[in-house]
């Protein structure tokens, strides 16, 4: 019976020489690419996802694959699988605003607001170069991250761009209200008695990012005579009207730091007003006061370094303004006025170092605006 195997081998592969080759059969990826696609639009979006799954470990580059599938998931509330999937289309495509978009969402849904914030901060780099409704989407929810995280002047900045690309929301004036007062919080977490508070802030700064300075200046004063113990109002209200009042903008400023000495944003601004009227001196005194109110905030360390740079003091101009470059690395005008201490100082590599990183940091932020 062994014997025979060997013929029985050869007679097969004589008959399959000379039988007509059958049609190319369709690959298994492209019956599992076309049945989820199918499901997907009959709504069957388990079953959908599912045959995405199967058909991605067949092509585990098929960036289609990663979008629907991600997106079937973030239709669906189910956050982990939705970012895990943009995760893997971002790394495919680092430079297509959508899918760092659709990320950022999907880490807005798992409420982790710092991985929410870079996403989102990667899509704006990119120009939010996205369908109109998406990139407004975009847009607002890296204004609640930014806020979220602390981060409120920028969510300031984003808001108010939005505000002009398209018109002032309901959504926008509140998260412009939250931002206003400096609250790490997200609109459902308003506290009750906060509210009203947070709505008529947000009024008063919508009127503002609309460029209504009349209707804005009336809603601010109504605003410090409803809450005179407020000293962000106060803040944010004197930041305002140094475009119409500056005497009257730093007054408001001063109120702020009156009812609370170590108002980190009260003490920078005034040291950059002062520091722009000429008066290095008093600009001094406020950024040294940022400075021990609060040494872990960059900003502080660049007001200082600035003043300190225009007084003459050089040296200890660059070390306020090295420290500001290690606590923020992203921040072009850290990188800036670090460039121009070290110009200053004769240190030429050093100063060129700074200057490369701040041209690359500022090609970032033009690309996004």
């Given at each position: 019976?062994?014997?025979?195997?060997?013929?029985?081998?050869l007679?097969?592969s004589?008959?399959?020489?000379?039988?007509?080759?059958p049609?190319?059969?369709?690959?298994?990826?492209?019956?599992?690419?076309k049945?989820?696609?199918?499901?997907?639009?009959?709504?069957?979006?388990?079953?959908a996802?599912t045959?995405?799954?199967?058909?991605?470990?067949?092509?585990?580059?098929?960036d289609?694959?990663?979008?629907?599938?991600?997106?079937?998931?973030?239709?669906?509330?189910?956050?982990?699988?939705?970012?895990?999937?943009?995760?893997?289309?971002?790394?495919?495509?680092?430079?297509?605003?959508p899918?760092?978009?659709m990320?950022?969402?999907?880490?807005?849904?798992?409420?982790?607001?710092?991985?929410?914030?870079?996403?989102?901060?990667?899509?704006?780099?990119?120009?939010f170069?996205?369908?109109?409704?998406?990139?407004?989407?975009?847009?607002?929810?890296?204004?609640?991250?930014?806020?979220?995280?602390?981060?409120?002047?920028?969510?300031?900045?984003?808001?108010?761009e939005?505000?002009?690309?398209?018109?002032?929301?309901?959504?926008?004036?509140?998260?412009?209200?939250?931002?206003g007062?400096?609250?790490?919080?997200?609109?459902?977490?308003?506290?009750e008695?906060?509210?009203?508070?947070v709505?008529?802030?947000?009024?008063?700064?919508?009127?503002?990012?609309?460029?209504?300075?009349?209707?804005?200046?009336?809603?601010?004063?109504?605003?410090?005579?409803?809450?005179?113990?407020?000293?962000?109002?106060?803040?944010?209200f004197?930041?305002?009207l140094?475009q119409q009042?500056?005497?009257?903008?730093?007054?408001?400023?001063?109120k702020?730091?009156?009812?609370?000495?170590?108002?980190?944003?009260?003490?920078?601004?005034l040291?950059?007003?002062?520091?722009?009227n000429?008066?290095?001196?008093?600009s001094?005194?406020?950024?040294?006061?940022?400075?021990?109110?609060?040494?872990?905030?960059?900003?502080?360390?660049?007001?200082?370094?600035?003043?300190?740079?225009?007084?003459?003091?050089?040296?200890?101009?660059?070390?306020?303004?090295?420290?500001?470059?290690?606590?923020?690395?992203?921040?072009?005008?850290?990188?800036?006025?670090?460039?121009?201490?070290?110009?200053?100082l004769?240190?030429?590599?050093?100063?060129?170092?700074?200057?490369?990183?701040f041209?690359?940091?500022?090609?970032?932020?033009?690309?996004?605006?």
């Open positions: 019976m062994q014997a025979l195997i060997p013929a029985l081998i007679s097969a004589i008959l399959m020489a000379q039988a007509p080759k049609a190319p059969q369709v690959s298994a990826f492209e019956n599992l690419s049945q989820a696609a199918t499901l997907r639009d009959a709504g069957k979006l388990d079953d996802g045959a995405y799954q199967k058909a991605l470990k067949l092509r585990p580059a098929w289609e694959g990663w979008w629907n599938l991600g997106s079937i998931a973030y239709d669906r509330d189910q956050f982990p699988e939705c970012s895990a999937a943009f995760q893997r289309l971002t790394a495919l495509q680092p430079d297509v605003a899918a760092w978009i990320l950022g969402l999907c880490e807005y849904g798992l409420h982790d607001y710092t991985a929410t914030r870079g996403a989102l901060i990667r899509a704006e780099q990119l120009k170069d996205a369908p109109p409704e998406l990139a407004k989407t975009a847009r607002l929810h890296l204004a609640l991250a930014l806020t979220k995280t602390g981060v409120f002047e920028k969510a300031i900045v984003t808001l108010t939005l505000t002009r690309m398209d018109r002032l929301t309901p959504q926008i004036s509140v998260a412009a209200g939250i931002a007062l400096r609250k790490q919080w997200l609109p459902p977490e308003v506290p008695a906060d509210r009203e508070m709505a008529k802030v947000g009024e008063a700064m919508g009127a503002a990012m609309e460029l209504d300075p009349k209707n804005a200046t009336a809603k601010f004063e109504e605003l410090v005579a409803a809450y005179p113990a407020q000293p962000d109002i106060h803040f944010r004197g930041a305002f140094m009042s500056p005497e009257r903008g730093i007054g408001e400023i001063k702020a730091l009156e009812l609370v000495p170590s108002h980190i944003p009260a003490l920078v601004g040291a950059a007003i002062y520091l722009k000429g008066d290095a001196a008093a001094t005194q406020f950024a040294e006061r940022a400075v021990q109110a609060d040494p872990g905030d960059f900003a502080t360390h660049v007001a200082l370094g600035r003043a300190l740079l225009e007084s003459g003091d050089l040296a200890r101009a660059a070390d306020q303004l090295t420290v500001a470059v290690k606590l923020a690395p992203d921040s072009a005008d850290a990188h800036f006025s670090l460039a121009s201490a070290y110009s200053r004769g240190r030429k590599d050093d100063a060129k170092r700074e200057q490369d990183e041209r690359k940091l500022r090609k970032q932020i033009d690309g996004a605006h």
